[in-house]
């Protein structure tokens, strides 16, 4: 059987993070492949969530002023990031092939590289510009053995580049067999700047069905019928939506934040393991979000949602909701909820959602070999 490795950001303990590994080593596994996750672990991804603050690193890297803010910070949520970090080791421990060693550093991956008959990176913004110029050029696949097959997978470049980054785009997609991105600019900048033919494929959470998801879905309470609001940014909007849905309909509200501004509030799955996070999608009744993997799994669990696009980093939640004609979720106020239906209509989303993941799995198979 033919090996492939992954390296991701699969060491970030977010549920978009270890989620989209997961189902990009899940679909490889159902393609016949095996499959192994590069356990890359290196201090610029994992020191924001580690429950141990590393001082040294934060002077070096941050300052002072910031260093001492972000002890406090720290000593405060100390409890709530060790439950965290547990639960989603537990998830690693138990849903992720990982590979026999760790690797810290971009020099010990190049030193003793696992070996593997196809390499993939991504997805994820594994090609943002912010972390490659701290990390180096690991998620480029510059350790991986010249024979080898070097894939790309939904990639992020995550951010408008500017021009100074093409030559270092040119020369390390110069190894790449095939390359695909998460965004549609990323495919025009890079076509521009080299000279690869890039595609666009779907975040690997939509390559698996609701089926799939289900499988691994661990949250068994038996709660009263509730919202799901999964905010990262705390944005005003989602929190008069959600009041206002919750008020009609008399429902609770089950939010990512703590944040007793929601009326009725019920508590919160900022630490859960992921698998929760999936059970509480599928016994939702409604979901709000900001989140581009909140969307997706809504739409994966076939749920009625409302989605109000990041300020700054939205495009790629507009970009997917307009392929699925299901621009008229998104919400700018709350004064547009008396104009929406709270239910979806997904006969016809899900015929499109089915075409966007045969054309995604069809590049991978021929990256793969699987198909010619």
Not at 184 to 210: F, G
Not at 244 to 263: C, F, L, M, T
Not at 266 to 292: A, C, H, M, R
Request: charged share 30%; glycine share 4%.
């Amino acid at each position: 059987m033919k090996s492939v490795g992954i390296i991701t950001y699969h060491c970030a303990d977010n549920f978009g993070g270890v989620l989209q590994v997961y189902a990009l080593m899940k679909t490889i596994e159902q393609l016949g492949l095996r499959a192994e996750i590069i356990d890359f672990q290196p201090k610029e991804i994992t020191y924001q969530y580690s429950p141990k603050f590393d001082i040294e690193y934060s002077l070096e890297t941050q300052g002072l002023v910031i260093t001492l803010k972000g002890m406090l910070k720290r000593l405060q949520n100390k409890s709530t990031l060790q439950e965290k970090s547990k639960n989603f080791s537990e998830f690693r421990e138990k849903h992720l092939r990982l590979s026999m060693d760790t690797y810290l550093t971009e020099i010990s991956l190049k030193e003793n590289p696992p070996k593997y008959d196809f390499y993939i990176t991504g997805s994820d913004q594994v090609w943002n510009p912010d972390l490659f110029e701290k990390i180096g050029n690991s998620y480029f696949l510059d350790f991986a053995s010249p024979e080898s097959t070097k894939i790309s997978y939904a990639a992020s470049i995550a951010k408008k580049v500017e021009n100074e980054y093409a030559d270092v785009f040119r020369d390390n997609l110069e190894r790449f067999n095939y390359v695909s991105v998460r965004e549609e600019s990323a495919k025009l900048y890079l076509e521009d700047k080299t000279d690869k033919e890039v595609k666009v494929t779907i975040d690997p959470t939509l390559l698996l069905s609701k089926n799939d998801w289900v499988q691994i879905s661990t949250y068994n309470k038996n709660d009263e019928k509730f919202i799901l609001v999964y905010d990262l940014v705390k944005d005003p909007v989602i929190v008069s939506v959600a009041n206002k849905i919750a008020k009609d309909n008399g429902y609770k509200i089950i939010s990512y934040s703590i944040a007793k501004e929601y009326e009725n509030w019920k508590g919160s799955f900022s630490t859960n393991n992921p698998t929760d996070f999936l059970g509480l999608v599928e016994k939702s009744e409604v979901i709000v979000t900001s989140s581009f993997h909140g969307t997706a799994f809504s739409i994966i669990y076939n749920k009625p949602f409302y989605t109000v696009p990041h300020p700054t980093r939205g495009s790629r939640m507009v970009d997917f909701l307009n392929k699925l004609q299901l621009s008229d979720r998104m919400v700018t106020d709350v004064s547009q909820l008396d104009e929406m239906k709270l239910e979806i209509d997904y006969t016809k989303v899900n015929k499109k959602l089915i075409e966007l993941r045969n054309d995604s799995l069809e590049f991978l198979k021929i990256a793969l070999g699987i198909e010619k």
